[in-house]
């Protein structure tokens, strides 16, 4: 089993910064991506960001203005979150896709996620 444990969010006012941090662990044999996703109240959940052997895409709405970044030996997956709007506002869950190192098999894995509050 792999799991993913969230960090870093919390309550920010508008233009500030928060970093989120992602962990994964368990029966990993090789992660094949991380990212970012968040959903918002009465909203469906959206990509934020993810990172795909070295290729990143990200949110029109939140280039310029978040990074993500991997420590591929740490097996974690940062963002950064500068400039914060309120619509910003959401629970954020890290994605994982991870060929497990047993029983085998590529899979998608999800954290609990975190809120990410950001007020005005």
């Known amino acids: 089993q792999v799991q993913l444990v969230e960090s870093g969010g919390g309550l920010v006012q508008a233009g500030g910064s928060l970093t989120l941090s992602c962990a994964a662990s368990?029966?990993?044999?090789?992660?094949?991506?991380m990212g970012w996703f968040r959903q918002a109240p009465g909203k469906q959940r959206e990509l934020v960001a993810v990172?795909?052997?070295?290729?990143?895409n990200y949110a029109d709405s939140v280039k310029g203005r978040f990074t993500i970044s991997r420590d591929n030996a740490q097996n974690t997956v940062y963002l950064r979150m500068n400039t914060l709007k309120v619509e910003d506002t959401g629970i954020y869950y890290c994605?994982?896709?991870?060929?497990?190192?047993?029983?085998?098999?590529?899979?998608?894995?999800w954290g609990k996620g975190i809120l990410v509050t950001v007020s005005s």
């Open positions: 994605y994982a896709d991870v060929t497990r190192a047993w029983p085998g098999g590529d899979v998608d894995y």
């Open positions: 368990g029966t990993i044999f090789r992660i094949n991506a």
């Open positions: 990172t795909r052997s070295g290729v990143i």
